[in-house]
C-alpha cells in the first residue's frame, strides 16, 4: 500500500512503501504524479532486491555463493560477471581497510572426531586466500572449510540495484531506505536537494540531519559493544593510563556515490578508531564520513559543511 507525503504546485508526490525484504525495513520513495504508475515501479524495485537477496543467499543450495563455498580448498568456481565483480570490489575494499573489511569467514560446524568428542578445528583465513582469475571468471577459496557472506554489503548492493531499475523504468527521483541506510537521486517534489531529514523524517534529531545528500548513498554503524550488558549495568568508558576518559564512537555515518560502498565502510571505520577513520576517508575521492562520538562531539570529513 502506498503513502502519500506533500502534494505541490506541481502534482509532484512523494509515494512511499514500506517493505521488509533481505530481513531488514526497506522503504521505497519515488517522487511522481500518478500512484498506478508509481506502485509499478517499486514493485520493480523490490523485484531487483529478492532477485539480489535469492542470488547472495548461503541457505539456497544451488546458489553461487554456496557452490563457491563447497568447493573451498578443491577447485575454482566459474561464477557470473555479477559475482565476480561483486567479489572484485568486497577485495578491493578489504585490501583499502587493511582487512577490517573482509567477507571471508571460518565456517564453524567443520568438525574432527578425536576420542568419540567433537573438536572444531580452526583455520586462520582472510581475504587474501581468495583468488579471482578474471580471464576465467572463477573464484577459489584456498582453504578447506573457509567460506564467503557478504551480510555485510548485501543491503547496499540491493538498493544500488533496486536504484538502477527505477532509473531504468522512468524515476528522475526518489530514495531507497535500507533498514536506515539511504540512497537519493534526483531532487525533492519542490525541488530543493535531498537531505537526512528530508529522505528520512525519522532522523531529524541526528546533528546532521540537514547534511545535502542528493545522489549519494549514506550508511550508518552504531556502536553497539557500547551498550553490552554486564549485570544489567552498562559498561562505563574506559581511561587511559594518564586517567583522562578514552572518548569511544557511537556512530559512523559513510558518504559514497553508492550504497554498496558506503555499508560496507561503515564498521571498519568505526573499527581503526576516530583519527585513522578520518584519515582514511580524507584519501578517497567523493566519500565523506561523519563521526559522532560518546560525547555527542561531531567529526565531519574534508568536504562535509555542517548547519
Excluded at 161 to 173: N, W
Excluded at 231 to 247: E, I, M, Q, R
Aim: proline letters at 3%.
Amino acid at each position: 500500500m502506498l503513502a502519500l507525503k506533500k502534494v505541490l504546485a506541481n502534482n509532484s508526490t512523494i509515494y512511499r512503501r514500506e517493505v521488509r525484504l533481505m530481513g531488514n525495513k526497506f522503504e521505497i520513495s519515488v517522487v511522481g504524479t500518478d500512484p498506478v504508475w508509481a506502485g509499478e515501479r517499486i514493485n520493480s524495485a523490490i523485484f531487483e532486491i529478492n532477485r539480489v537477496e535469492k542470488l547472495l543467499s548461503t541457505f539456497s543450495e544451488d546458489s553461487e555463493v554456496n557452490t563457491i563455498n563447497r568447493n573451498a580448498g578443491i577447485k575454482p568456481v566459474k561464477v557470473s560477471a555479477e559475482i565476480f565483480k561483486l567479489i572484485e570490489r568486497s577485495l578491493q575494499i578489504s585490501e583499502l581497510t587493511y582487512g577490517a573489511f573482509d567477507i571471508t569467514y571460518y565456517n564453524n560446524d567443520q568438525a574432527t572426531l578425536q576420542n568419540d568428542s567433537a573438536v572444531i578445528t580452526y583455520t586462520k583465513i582472510n581475504y587474501k586466500d581468495v583468488v579471482l582469475n578474471a580471464t576465467a571468471t572463477t573464484v577459489f577459496l584456498k582453504q578447506e572449510g573457509m567460506r564467503v557472506g557478504f551480510g555485510a554489503n548485501s543491503k547496499g548492493y540491493a538498493a544500488d540495484r533496486a536504484k538502477y531499475i527505477l532509473q531504468l523504468e522512468g524515476v528522475s527521483h526518489g530514495v531507497i531506505n535500507a533498514g536506515g541506510d539511504l540512497l537519493t537521486w534526483g531532487l525533492t517534489p519542490d525541488m530543493e536537494p535531498w537531505t537526512v531529514a528530508s529522505a528520512d523524517p525519522r532522523q531529524k534529531a541526528l546533528p546532521f540531519a540537514n547534511l545535502d545528500i542528493t545522489n549519494m548513498a549514506v550508511a550508518t554503524s552504531v556502536n553497539a559493544e557500547r551498550y553490552a550488558t554486564i549485570t544489567d549495568k552498562k559498561l562505563s568508558t574506559g581511561k587511559a593510563k594518564n586517567g583522562f576518559t578514552v572518548s569511544e564512537i557511537k556512530s559512523v555515518s559513510i558518504l559514497s556515490p553508492t550504497a554498496e560502498f558506503a555499508d560496507a565502510m561503515a564498521t571498519p571505520v568505526m573499527t581503526i578508531g576516530i583519527n585513522a577513520g578520518v584519515y582514511l576517508i580524507n584519501q578517497l575521492n567523493q566519500i565523506g564520513c561523519v563521526i559522532i562520538d560518546d560525547q555527542n562531539r561531531v567529526y565531519p570529513s574534508k568536504g562535509i559543511n555542517l548547519t
